[in-house]
Each structure stands twice: as structure tokens, then as C-alpha cells.
């Protein structure tokens, strides 16, 4: 059974650039949430998505955006990067919200210039 | 609000010793709690889910515990070996349906 796969792994962008990660979660799970990971702040609640729908959003500013699909895949996207997003994106399944473990990927490192 | 709190920040012992990491949370009103294993670089590797009806969960040399009403948790590692040397993180999941992360112990194993 294939587990949560985030693409790509790493990822060097340009201040002021914007980039999309992607999340394919457990076959059959239907909820994603994403985390940001930085030495300083750990781990942080971005959002999480359940049958195409958010359910929650963390404090994040509007730059942080994300989206899934039919398919339960989903996608994080981030404009007019700053500096301080580099950080590791992690990305979480269930089945569903909340009630049993998450499963992580291996998350995707961001390196912003 | 939920806060999570893990002590000692950094352990060190030599191996074979048990040892017994600490997780601390606010609001006794969870759903669950989950302990995962992070190696230096990686994503998070789920160790032991107990659920709040549970007060234990067992894997291995691994022993989770539950203390719902006094808000803690304890993650004991028994016979450590210099593989078990990562970061050990605990996670809340409650009503919000978000889990809430302590910082982490970052834990050694001298050979």
C-alpha cells in the first residue's frame, strides 16, 4: 500500500516567486492537512482539506493557499515567497479528519533566495 | 487554546538504558494522541496512536501511557539502541480536527 507522496522533494526558489507542492495521500483517504516546519516556530498547522473542502486554516497569511481534488490530491501553493518560508512542507492523510493517526510524507524542502 | 509542551528538549544516554520521554498538553478535552519519530531531514514516522478511551498502546520496546485528567503522556523506550537516536515529537488531536505538535525531544544514543 503506497503511502503519502510529496513532489518534488527539494525545491530552491527566488524571493518574490511562487510555487505549488503537491500531496497524493493514502489510496481512500479523503483528508490532507499541511504543516510547516522550521527550526525556530516547529511545527505548524497550515490547513486541512476533507472531499475538496477546507476545513481549517491556521494563521497563515493569504500568501499560503492550497486546494484538492476529486481524487483527494492536494496542493499548496505559495506566492510572493519571502525568505522565511523555507522551511519543510509536510503533508498528512487520513481517512478521516481528526479521528485516527495521520500518516506524513516525507515532506518537500522549500529554499527560498 | 491547546499547547503542548515535551521536556527535556535533548536527552542524551548510553545504550541499553530505558528511558522515558514527557509530553505535557493544556486541555484534557482530546480526541487522541499520537507519537512520531522524525530522523534529521525527513518527514514524520507515526510510533504509537492511543485513542482518549485508551491509557496505553504498546510497540515493540516502545510504551506509550495516557493520563487524560492530568494532561500527559509518557513515551518509554526500553533497551535503547543508537538507532532510536532522532527527534521524538508528541501530537494532540482534538475537537478542531487539527492536530497540535510539542516541540520536540531530540534524543541521543551513545554508544
Known amino acids: ?113 | 487554546k491547546q499547547e503542548v509542551t515535551q521536556i527535556p528538549a535533548a536527552l542524551s544516554v548510553p545504550e541499553g538504558e530505558n528511558l522515558v520521554l514527557n509530553c505535557s498538553f493544556t486541555d484534557s478535552a482530546i480526541y487522541n494522541l499520537q507519537w512520531f519519530r522524525q530522523d534529521p531531514g525527513k518527514g514524520l514516522t507515526s510510533l504509537l496512536l492511543i485513542q482518549s478511551s485508551q491509557r496505553e498502546q504498546t510497540s515493540g520496546r516502545l510504551n506509550a501511557s495516557l493520563d487524560k485528567s492530568s494532561g500527559r503522556s509518557t513515551l518509554y523506550i526500553a533497551a535503547s539502541q543508537p538507532g532510536d537516536s532522532a527527534t521524538y515529537l508528541c501530537a494532540v488531536g482534538g475537537s478542531a480536527s487539527k492536530i497540535i505538535f510539542g516541540s520536540g525531544t531530540r534524543l541521543s544514543i551513545r554508544p
Not at chain 1, 62 to 71: D, I, K, V, W
Not at chain 1, 86 to 102: E, H, K, Q
Open chain 1, 1 to 113: 500500500k503506497a503511502g503519502v507522496t510529496q513532489t518534488p522533494r527539494y525545491l530552491i526558489k527566488t524571493r518574490g516567486q511562487q510555487v505549488t507542492l503537491s500531496c497524493s495521500p493514502i489510496s481512500g483517504h479523503r483528508s490532507v492537512s499541511w504543516y510547516q516546519q522550521t527550526p525556530g516556530q516547529g511545527l505548524q498547522f497550515l490547513f486541512e482539506y476533507f472531499s475538496e473542502t477546507q476545513r481549517n486554516k491556521g494563521n497563515f497569511p493569504g500568501r499560503f493557499s492550497g486546494r484538492q481534488f476529486s481524487n483527494s490530491r492536494s496542493e499548496m501553493n505559495v506566492s510572493t515567497l519571502e525568505l522565511g518560508d523555507s522551511a519543510l512542507y509536510l503533508c498528512a492523510s487520513n481517512i478521516t479528519p481528526g479521528l485516527v493517526g495521520y500518516t506524513f510524507g516525507s515532506g518537500t524542502r522549500l529554499t527560498v533566495v
